[in-house]
C-alpha cells in the first residue's frame, strides 16, 4: 500500500501537467467561443424575478436599481424596512414593474424560508436568487474577549447565503434560473485581521463551486468578489468587536493608495456577469492578478503584511 503512494506520489504529477497542456488549448478555444456566445445573446431580464438580500444599502442597493433598469420584478429583502422602501421607490421608478419589500434576518432559517414562499406565492416565479447580504468584522483574532463573538458573522455571511438558497433551489431548477453570490476577494486572498470574515467568504466559494457540480447546469452560479467598492465601509467604517463602528488605522493606512470602484459601475458588472451566466466575476478585474500572487508567491503577500503591521501602530481593539 505504501508503495503505491509512492509511486502515485512519482509519477501523478508529470502526467497531471502532460494532460493539461494537451487539453488547456482546446478547452481555452471552447471557453472562448462560449464566452462570446454567452456575451452577445445574455439572459432578458424583463419580467423575470429577482430576489436580493441585503438590499437595504451598499452593493445590494445598487444591484437592485441595475435590475430594475433591465425590467425586473424585484422582491428586497434586509431588516432595515424604511430604508428599503426608499430603495423600492427608487427602482420602481427606474423601470422594475413590481417591487416586493421584505423584512427579515438572513441567519434566521425560519425567515429565510417565509421569505421565498412568500416571493414565489406572489409572483409565481423566481430566477435570480441573489445572495448578498452580509457582515464586515475586523479584528486581530486575538484580541477578541470571546471567541464567541464571531459566530455571527458565519451566521450571515455563510447561513445567511446558504439557508435561501436552500430553499430557493426546487423553483429555480424549474426556471432554469441563477444564483448571485457576494463572496468576496477576501474569500481567497491572505490578509490580517480578517480571519472570520475570510473564513466566511472562503466556505461560500467552495460550498457554491461544489453545488453548481452537483446542480449540474440546471442553476446557474455566478460567484462575485468584490475588491475595494466604494462604500461608507470601504474608506474605513469598521465594525468592532464591541459592534460600534470605528475607524481602523491599518485599513486607512492600505486603503490611502488604492482606488476604489463606485458601486453603481460594480452592480452594473455584476448584472451583466449574472445574464451571461458567468461563473466567477471579480470586480474591479485588476484583482485578478492578487489572485495569480496569491497562488504563485504568498511568501510575497505574508511578507509585505509584516512590513506594514511592524511600520504602522495599531491599537488594541478589546471589547
Ligand atoms: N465595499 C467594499 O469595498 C467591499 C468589498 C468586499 C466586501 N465588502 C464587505 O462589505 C461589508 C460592508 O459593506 P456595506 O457598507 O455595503 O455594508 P452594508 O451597507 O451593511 O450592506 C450589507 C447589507 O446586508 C444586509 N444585512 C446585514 N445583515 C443582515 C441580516 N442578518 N439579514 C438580512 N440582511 C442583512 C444589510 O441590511 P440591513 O442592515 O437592513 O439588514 C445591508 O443591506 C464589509 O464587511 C466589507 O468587508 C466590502
Ligand atoms: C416614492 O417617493 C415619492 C417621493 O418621495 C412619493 O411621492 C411617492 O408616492 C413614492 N412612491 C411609492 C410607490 O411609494
Ligand atoms: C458583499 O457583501 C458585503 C458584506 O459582506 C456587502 O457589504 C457588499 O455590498 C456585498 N457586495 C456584493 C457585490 O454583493
Ligand atoms: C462567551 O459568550 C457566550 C455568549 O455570550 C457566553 O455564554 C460564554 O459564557 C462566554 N464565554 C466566556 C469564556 O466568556
New binding site residues.
Partial sequence: MKLIHKLLNFVLPPITVFAICLILPFLSIFKFFDYIFRYLFPENLKGKVVLITGASSGIGEHLAYEYAKKGANLALVARREDTL??V???S??LGSPDVLVIRADVSQVDQCKQFIEVVVNHFGRLDHLVCNAGIGFHCAFEDASNVTNFVPVMDVNFWGSIYPTYFAIPYLKRFKGKIVVNASVAGWMIQPRVTIYGASKAALINFYDNLRVELARKVSITIVSPGFVDSELSRGKLLTMRGEVEVDPMIRKILRGIPFESTRECAKAIVAAASRGDKYITEPWWYNVLYLLRILCPDMLEWSYHLLLSTCEIPLERD
Fill in positions: 422602501r426608499e423600492a421607490n427608487k420602481a421608478q
